[in-house]
């Protein structure tokens, strides 16, 4: 679990469904993986928290009462620009993961995940990167391969040495990951990110992806 040596992430979990709620901040409690500040059954009532309360990650569903998810994500990074919010789901949709996405959330994980993926995302969102579900992802490319579109002959000016960034960015490797594998510094695959974002005209990592996977450019 997380090292003693790291502070661990102050977070709010925001879920009309309190046994859900109340099970989950034990299994976080428990495991280590963060200190749950608060708590909020709608989108209302977790911007009313933002007044008082400083989270670094937010738990965030998305079909709730009187305020969704989305909306309660909007108003929120509003407020608190550089706060984290991970979409907790169970609608794996397409449109969803989209709409989320555009809105800022870092991360997208379903209900259905286990303990394991939880703590990779609140890790990989607080190291300053985004993390969505494998599963999610699983859906995104089989609706894709169902649409069969063509593959793109256009690798959007991409380097070859992009291309193989992009590939393991698409993979779900984080930036240390990737530098390890290609033998050069964190600080390098950090400047082709950049690139790639700017190339592709994308605003952050989980729409390049979908970018990427759209377009043909990777195959994964």
Request: glycine share 6%.
């Amino acid at each position: 679990m997380i090292s003693q040596h790291t502070r661990k992430a102050d977070l709010i979990i925001v879920d009309d469904h309190q046994i859900f709620r109340q099970g989950l901040k034990s299994i976080i409690t428990m495991e280590g993986l963060a200190t749950v500040i608060g708590e909020a059954s709608n989108g209302k009532e977790f911007i009313e928290l933002l007044s008082h309360l400083k989270p670094d990650v937010v738990l965030m569903d998305i079909n709730m009462p009187l305020m969704n998810g989305m909306e309660a994500t909007q108003k929120a990074l509003e407020i608190m620009p550089e706060l984290k919010i991970i979409a907790f789901t169970m609608y794996g949709d397409e449109d969803y993961y989209y709409r989320m996405v555009d809105l800022g959330a870092k991360g997208y994980i379903l209900k259905s995940s286990g303990i394991n993926e939880l703590e990779m995302a609140i890790q990989q969102v607080m190291s300053g990167e985004s993390y969505f579900s494998n599963e999610v992802l699983r859906k995104i490319i089989t609706n894709l391969e169902r649409k069969s579109t063509p593959k793109h002959n256009d690798n959007f000016g991409l380097t070859p040495r992009e291309l193989e960034v992009l590939e393991h960015i698409c993979n779900g490797l984080n930036n240390l990951e990737i530098a390890k594998k290609l033998d050069v510094s964190p600080m390098t695959i950090k400047c082709h990110r950049s690139n790639l974002l700017e190339k592709t005209g994308c605003k952050n990592t989980p729409s390049m992806i979908l970018f990427a996977l759209k377009n043909k450019i990777i195959d994964v």
